[in-house]
């Protein structure tokens, strides 16, 4: 180790894009011979990369930001933030307001700027602010320092157009981009020449790979040259969108040898009134008939989901349908959100009219039932001998491993 070497800390929070955006930004600063360190009261440079998806993580960035303060005045330290809050006026100007310790604010378009903006704000002492409105940029190397030697995030496309009514991504990430496929199969040989086994290709929408771009390739294909890759074992992908899950994805998937059987597919409400609300273009039969065809053509299919509860105008009826696809699908996990009304987005403006009280049995309900779902689940491996590939030793109890089989 290198003691002269400056020290940096990234606070990442929300998905696994902006994991891989910090990812990125690691390799940069390797570059730049910073070193990293787990604790921030030693970083000379720290960044937060910020999720904007719901309030509570608003919240909690604002929060953790105010406590910076203190340590940087105890030891002096460039506090940079990024991410997708960054993309949002109102943040900016409530940063440059409230915050002005911060001295370096960017997006989630202009992530290769780093190192320049870096030195622009070296140079002059003073906050530099660079956030860029539209995802004009490419960068076709995407080195990226990985948390593990094993496996490794590779976006394949950046941004959203579907405009769900209650989410601010379109706002945030932009429009749809997808990049090459040559590119991201060339990517993804380098990185199982470097002993990469498991890849998790990245996308808002997974589905509507390369056709804002009208490319030739759908995500089907990519698919089939990704699992012809010599040495990949395994590939996984999120996230599918269940308005264009194509056949020909079903079936590449059903005869694939290395793509995992694991599929996310948001649900967000079961009711078909609210999913028009919501913009989602698909109904409650149309979504359980995706999941039986899914599950006739793979048995051993894995389904998890995001659900929201509490949508603008949502009645027990509503809610009630929501419990009766879960009922029916057997969702091996789910990841369950209390509505969250953002700033820009349509769902924004409408009453939402429904007690918190309500709101909340509805939540710990949902809750419970995904629990009985999982636990079964679980239970089908009581006894089994399964392959998993190891990511170390687990959190809970440090004498064992811990690992996911596919
Ligand atoms: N409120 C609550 N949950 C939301 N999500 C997206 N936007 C909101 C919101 N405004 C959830 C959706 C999405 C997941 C990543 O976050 O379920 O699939
Ligand atoms: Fe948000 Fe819908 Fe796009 Fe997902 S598909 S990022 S929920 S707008």
């Known amino acids: 180790m290198n003691f002269m070497n400056k020290k940096y800390h990234i606070i990442t929070y929300g998905c696994q894009m902006n994991e891989s955006d910090s990812e990125r930004l690691a390799y940069m600063l390797d570059k730049m011979d910073y070193e990293y360190t787990d604790e921030i009261k030693n970083a000379d440079i720290l960044i937060m990369n910020t999720c904007s998806v719901r309030e509570n993580a608003d919240d909690r960035f604002f929060g953790n930001l105010g406590r910076m303060k203190n340590i940087k005045k105890e030891n002096d330290m460039i506090i940079a933030v990024c991410g997708c809050m960054m993309q949002q006026e109102h943040i900016v100007q409530a940063i440059k307001k409230t915050y002005p310790f911060v001295d370096l604010v960017f997006g989630t378009h202009n992530i290769e700027q780093f190192p320049a903006l870096l030195k622009r704000y070296k140079n002059s002492l003073k906050t530099v602010v660079e956030v860029l409105d539209d995802n004009t940029l490419s960068d076709p190397a995407r080195q990226a320092r990985r948390k593990y030697p094993f496996k490794a995030f590779v976006p394949i496309m950046s941004g959203c157009n579907n405009f769900c009514t209650y989410c601010v991504v379109p706002y945030t990430r932009g429009r749809e981009k997808s990049r090459r496929a040559e590119e991201i199969v060339r990517e993804i040989e380098s990185l199982v020449e470097d002993g990469v086994k498991e890849v998790m290709l990245l996308g808002q929408n997974v589905n509507s790979y390369g056709i804002a771009d009208k490319m030739d390739v759908s995500f089907a294909q990519l698919l089939r040259s990704i699992d012809r890759i010599d040495g990949i074992e395994r590939i996984r992908f999120m996230t599918s969108h269940p308005k264009d899950f194509s056949d020909e994805l079903i079936e590449v998937m059903s005869n694939s040898r290395h793509i995992c059987k694991h599929l996310h597919l948001p649900l967000q409400s079961g009711s078909s009134r609210i999913l028009k609300l919501m913009n989602r273009h698909y109904d409650k039969s149309s979504y359980l008939a995706l999941t039986e065809r899914i599950k006739a053509a793979v048995p051993e299919i894995n389904l998890s989901t995001d659900i929201i ?97 596919d």
């Open 309 to 405: 509860v509490g949508f603008p105008s949502e009645t027990e009826e509503d809610f009630n349908h929501t419990l009766d696809v879960v009922e029916r699908v057997r969702y091996d996990s789910a990841f369950t959100f209390m509505y969250s009304p953002r700033k820009g987005t349509k769902a924004y403006e409408m009453p939402i009219d429904i007690e918190e009280a309500a709101i909340k049995r509805r939540f710990n309900r949902l809750l419970e039932l995904q629990q009985e779902n999982c636990a079964q689940s679980n239970a089908r491996f009581i006894g089994k001998t399964v392959s998993v590939l190891t990511e170390g030793k687990s959190k809970n109890n440090p004498s064992l491993l811990t690992g996911r089989t």
